[in-house]
């Protein structure tokens, strides 16, 4: 009898494994439809880019956010030179309306932005940061290397050195306040999910699910043939345990990740040089330094803009 009633928890925590990993879609995101759905923040940068953040009313009149069909798009000035001594390159910064914490985040998105002195991130972020944590899905900066998929936290977040993920880890403390910020971040084996790479290859889908046992993030590029159909196509109901290993994931093991973890709000933004993409900048193989090259170079910024098809919520 107690061997039977084993094997019938057993069974029954593995439906409920099932179950957990099932999502109904409970928002889409789409064109003009960003224009709802977020807000643009006209702030000064907190990394302390060579940034100017305008507001949506700017950035539609200078053309810098544009939503048309299944295109919107968000970019940066790429005609002005700029003042030294004054603001930073016009660009945005958006955050959506809503909050979310049990959820997962499918991103389609056909370009990013690209170039020298470029700092473009996908994430999402709590309040009082960095005790209700941050999660970068796509960071990179001046066009190198892969993706990076990153935790930032109050202490006493840390990552096991062995679990299943298809990238490679770059640190295993995610306290925000050692090691100068740089949190736990896994630099994704696929080349084609960053930069100038991937637009190349006509973008691809960035997939984050965070559950109290874990936050996961998935890239499939563009013709990948593995990626999921429910994915492929926005299906309005999903089962993230059919989607393969993901390329970071960042278990709950020696990290409570409903207590480290807040609401949070979806960021989007595009900045330039400062705590990243400055300190990094002579390792990068770009000219001059990254605020001249910055102000003086209008038209190398051709090419950094977003194009999203669609962001799905699923909950």
């Known amino acids: 009898m107690a061997t039977r009633l084993v094997s019938l928890l ?36 907190p990394t302390h880019g060579r940034v100017r953040y305008v507001d949506q009313t700017s950035a539609l009149n200078q053309n810098l956010t544009f939503a048309s069909g299944d295109h919107f798009i968000l970019r940066s000035d790429f005609t002005n030179k700029l003042d030294p ?19 997962v985040m499918v991103f389609n998105i056909r370009h990013m932005p690209q170039g020298c002195g470029t700092w473009p991130a996908v994430w999402t972020l709590g309040a009082n940061w960095p005790n209700q944590g941050e999660v970068d899905i796509l960071e990179g900066v001046n066009d190198q290397g892969s993706n990076a998929a990153t935790l930032h936290t109050s202490s006493g977040c840390t990552m096991p050195a062995s679990r299943s993920q298809t990238g490679t880890s770059l640190a295993s403390n995610c306290d925000a306040n050692v090691n100068s910020n740089s949190g736990c971040g896994v630099r994704f084996s696929d080349s084609r999910s960053y930069g100038p790479t991937f637009n190349a290859n006509g973008g691809g889908w960035y997939a984050m699910e965070r559950r109290n046992t874990g936050i996961k993030v998935w890239f499939w590029s563009r013709n990948d043939g593995s990626v999921p159909a429910e994915v492929r196509n926005g299906a309005t109901t999903i089962n ?9 994931s960042f278990p709950s093991t ?20 400062g705590d990243f993409a400055g300190a990094v900048y002579g390792q990068s193989g770009c000219p001059s330094t990254c605020n001249d090259f910055v102000n003086n170079n209008p038209g190398a910024f051709n090419n950094a803009f977003f194009d999203f098809q669609w962001l799905k919520i699923y909950q």
């Not at 925590?13 to 960003?34: I, K, M, N, R």
């Not at 993230?240 to 970071?248: F, H, L, Q, V």
Request: glycine share 8%; hydrophobic share 35%.
């Open 10 to 45: 057993c069974l029954a925590l593995g439906f409920h494994q099932v179950f957990a990993a099932s999502y109904s879609q409970t928002s889409s995101h789409q064109g003009t439809q960003f224009l709802d759905t977020f807000t643009w923040q006209a702030i000064a940068d």
């Open 85 to 103: 001594n004054g603001a930073g390159r016009d660009s945005v910064r958006i955050q959506s309306n809503h909050q979310y914490t049990t959820a």
């Open 240 to 248: 993230t345990s059919n989607w393969g290993t993901p390329s970071a």
């Open 254 to 273: 020696n990290c409570d990740i409903a207590s480290k973890f807040g609401p949070h709000h979806i960021v989007i933004n595009l900045t330039f040089c």
